[in-house]
């Protein structure tokens, strides 16, 4: 009896590590370990560099993934959509007013019914709260396509678009410049688990969430906070910034003019590394966050970030909805 309750724990810790209880659901980067973000990564890379005629085994074959969008979007919906027939599945899309989750019902019994037919659901929706419950009461696997409060399938390919160009993340230094957003908040979680230095810019009143500054620090994560964006991207590696006004966000109440300083234009990009990449995670206000000059000129990857979202977000499918054998 002592030998299978040992046993049992010693499995149950080795799950642990990995992150691979069941249903595996990807909600947010700060809950997952080093190890298993690496290998997700790890996996979009290799679905990228494999032909799919080259794919012996399909790792989504006779899966159907349903994707609940309750805000709009052009990369997270068609890369998911594209991704998941390359790697041999189904998509459904559901939009909100069809499903209008937790007003047509609740959103558990709407959890319950999906966890019967699919198996998996990809989310986007304007409240973090939202996706927990739906988390909470699903049998299957649950993965973020965006909320207010984050947007960890944005950095994966973010992280992957950095490496293919320049290497490893490890100790490289990262400046976000703008709003304190839901993108920010999974490029902080991402420093401390990928183990690179983040400086975040923002005025005052747009910064990160309080939470999450704890979290960071609690993590000791190499987190710089100022509200002067030169400070943030002086000799930075890589440059981040993205819209002042996120999806559902009431733009009246936001004074914009506090942004303006924190445009990333020529002059700003003059100050980070003379080799810095420029990230936005797209939709782009050109002459808002960021001049055309800069998001189109030669230290910009937003084109190989976005083509990015379809492998990693690959690596994500197959981690959370492929049969345990695909994992190994
Ligand atoms: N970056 C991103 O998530 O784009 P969409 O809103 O178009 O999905
Ligand atoms: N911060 C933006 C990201 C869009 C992909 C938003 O939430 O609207």
Redesign the pocket.
Known sequence: MKRLLSLTIQWARLLEELNMEYPRHFLDLDRFNKKTLRKILSMGVYFKNTPLSKLTRKPLANKTVAMLFE?????????FEVGIHQLGGNAIILDDSMTQLGRRETIADVARVLSRYVDGIII?TDNSEKLEEFQRNSSIPVIN??TNNS?P??IMADIMTYEEHRGNILDRSVAWIGDGNN?AVSWVHAASKFSFKISIATPPDFGLPTDVISWAKNERCALKITADPVQAISNADLVVTDTWVS?GEKIKKKNLSLLEPYQVNSDLMHKAASDALFMH???ANRGKEVTTKVLDGTQSVVWDE?EN?LHAQKGILAWCIAENQFLE
């Open positions: 805000k709009p979007s052009t990369r997270t919906r068609v890369s986007r396509g965006l947007h399938c944005q993108v999806m995670c797209l939709p976005a979202r």
